[in-house]
Structure formats: structure tokens, C-alpha cells
């Protein structure tokens, strides 16, 4: 992450860059015309987080306040180039895959309500650069090539009076930061040596895909709604090392390790008011970051893992906007 004085020269850089028409605008109600904050028209470009606490950028400006300690955010989309997208995303930062949990994709003109959680930031992408790095779709909301949990880069947030904010964190997500997490058992077996990992304490984060898994547009209206999630959940294990099932078998990573999780659970999932959209759902991993022995020398890196609860499996359900 570079240090706030390179990333209060950068700002300065933009901030004589910044266009005059915004792609868009976060506004406090919704009809999208009392709007303290904007995004500036540049960013850092592909693979750069930009992530903003929500506190920095919403406190004091009139947002109205979630249940979670959030804000409810009304989202101005202006129209974008043809081919191109915008992706919000909360929670993000650095350490999260793609920069953080895709809630938002839009392509076209909306004024839409968002629930920010602590930390957020703003994605665009335009073309082949949304297939870029193994971005991976929101499974099942449709149009593929622009609707990613990666994008092309970060973009910078401004306020009303065009002063840029200064974000929390700026640099690439973690999967450009080492090695790429894989999910694949094909790899080449390494002969790793049983029970030698050695790792910290196990932290939980969210899995790098959201699944849609209430396809028909939900309205909360004014005083929010509910509706049943029966479609299946899968979650697989990954790690941000060239190894195998088997190989992480071997390592004994943890005793509760765990291939891949389904379930279909019945679950009530409640719509909160002035939200409208699809219901998505990103599960909740386990992750051990460590080192272990192969036949070829130490192997050192992470590996994450779904979890169970009963028959169901631990996740965050939210809605997921678009246009």
C-alpha cells in the first residue's frame, strides 16, 4: 500500500484531471438530487483497489444509517459508454479477492439504494478488461463480460464541492499480490509431507464469487420485505498455492477442512426498505495462511475452505442492484 504522502500526490495529480461530467453521484434521498459525494471521472486503472471507509466518505453528509452500522446510499448512475460497467462493491479492501463483495453492477441510468457496510469502493470496466486476470462473474445475474467481482481498476471519490477524498487503502487485490488462488484437484501431485503444516490462527473472509440465488427482482418498498432462498449454494476450498486436493489433504491444514459444501436449504431472507434488485449470496470461508513440506521444498500460502452450519452453509445474503 503506498504511503499517504504518495497517495496525497497522486490525488493532487487527479484532481486537475477530473472531468466535468461525473459517471456518477451518492446521494441521501431518492429521487438522486441531494448528492454530497461523486466519483471523479479517472482512477487508477486496472488491477488497483481504491477503498474508502465508509465513516470517511458518509458521516455527517446526511446519509441515512443500516441496522449493521452502515449507510444507505443512493447510487446516481449516469450513462456509460457502451460496453463499459460500474461494480460497487462493500466490504473491500486489499485483502479481499477482487477488492471486495460485488452488491452493485450497472450499465445504464439508475438512481438505486446500496447498504455500504464499513468499507466499500467503486469499480469500473469497459470490454474484454472485465474478463481480465480470471475476474469471476456474479453467477447468474447475466450479461457475462460486464457484471464481475474483478474489474479494470479503482476510481476515486470526490465531494460536492470537488475536493478528491483521500481513500483508506490504494493498491492491488490480493490475488496479484502472490499467486493466484486455484480451485482445481488436476495439478500434479507433490508428495507433501502428512501433518506438516504449520499455520496461524484461522481467520474468516468472504469467498471471491457472489451467486445469485433469487433471480426475480425483489422491491422492499417502504417498509422492506421478505422472500424464500431455495436455490442450491456451492462453495469450493481455494488456495493461492499450485497444489491439489490431495496434496492439501496431506498437509493437514486443519481437521475441519472441507472439499466443497452445498446445500438447499429453506432459507427467509429479508429485503431491506428502499433496496430493489437480486438476492446474492457470498459464503463465509475459514482461511489458514502457512507454510508446509513437498518433495520439492516449502510451500508457503493460503488456503480457505467453506464452512458448515447444520445443513446449511455460513454466508451473507444481500441485494444485488443493477441496470
Not at 465508509?54 to 446519509?63: C, I, K, L, M, P
Not at 495439478?187 to 507433501?192: A, E, F, G, T
Amino acid at each position: 500500500m503506498p504511503s499517504r504522502i504518495s497517495v496525497s500526490v497522486l490525488i493532487a495529480a487527479l484532481a486537475s484531471s477530473v472531468a466535468a461530467q461525473d459517471p456518477f453521484y451518492m446521494c441521501t434521498e431518492n429521487t438522486c438530487e441531494q448528492c454530497p459525494s461523486a466519483v471523479a471521472s479517472a482512477g487508477t486503472g486496472y488491477p488497483e483497489c481504491v477503498v474508502y471507509n465508509s465513516e470517511d466518505v458518509f458521516a455527517n453528509q446526511g446519509y441515512q444509517g443500516t441496522e449493521g452500522g452502515g449507510y444507505s446510499v443512493f447510487f446516481d448512475v449516469q450513462a456509460h459508454e457502451p460496453g463499459c460497467a460500474t461494480i460497487i462493491k462493500t466490504p473491500a479492501g486489499t485483502d479481499l479477492a477482487g477488492c471486495g463483495v460485488a452488491i452493485g453492477a450497472f450499465k445504464q441510468p439508475a438512481c438505486v439504494a446500496l447498504a455500504m457496510e464499513s468499507s466499500f469502493m467503486v469499480q469500473t470496466c469497459c470490454g474484454t478488461d472485465c474478463d481480465s486476470a480470471g475476474a469471476k462473474m456474479i453467477r447468474g445475474l447475466g450479461g457475462a463480460r460486464s457484471v464481475t467481482v474483478g474489474a479494470r481498476g479503482g476510481v476515486y471519490l470526490k465531494h460536492a464541492n470537488g475536493t478528491i477524498i483521500e481513500p483508506a487503502e490504494v493498491g492491488p487485490p490480493p490475488e496479484l499480490q502472490g499467486a493466484k488462488h486455484q480451485t482445481r484437484s488436476i495439478l500434479s501431485k507433490r508428495d507433501c509431507t502428512k501433518n506438516s503444516w504449520q499455520g496461524g490462527e484461522v481467520l474468516t473472509k468472504p469467498a471471491d464469487n457472489v451467486q445469485i440465488v433469487y433471480d426475480q427482482e425483489v422491491q422492499g418498498g417502504s417498509g422492506g420485505t421478505s422472500v424464500a432462498i431455495t436455490k442450491e449454494r456451492t462453495q469450493q476450498w481455494s488456495t493461492s498455492m499450485s497444489l491439489g486436493i490431495a496434496d492439501i489433504l496431506s498437509l493437514g491444514v486443519s481437521t475441519e477442512f472441507t472439499e466443497s459444501e452445498s446445500t438447499s436449504k429453506q432459507v427467509m431472507f429479508s429485503v431491506p426498505a428502499g433496496q430493489s434488485g437480486k438476492v446474492g449470496w457470498t459464503a463465509t470461508m475459514n482461511c489458514s495462511t502457512g507454510k508446509g513440506q513437498c518433495d520439492d521444498g516449502e510451500v508457503e500460502g493460503e488456503v480457505c475452505w467453506p464452512i458448515k452450519n447444520g445443513d446449511d452453509i455460513v454466508g451473507t445474503y444481500r441485494v444485488i442492484a443493477s441496470s
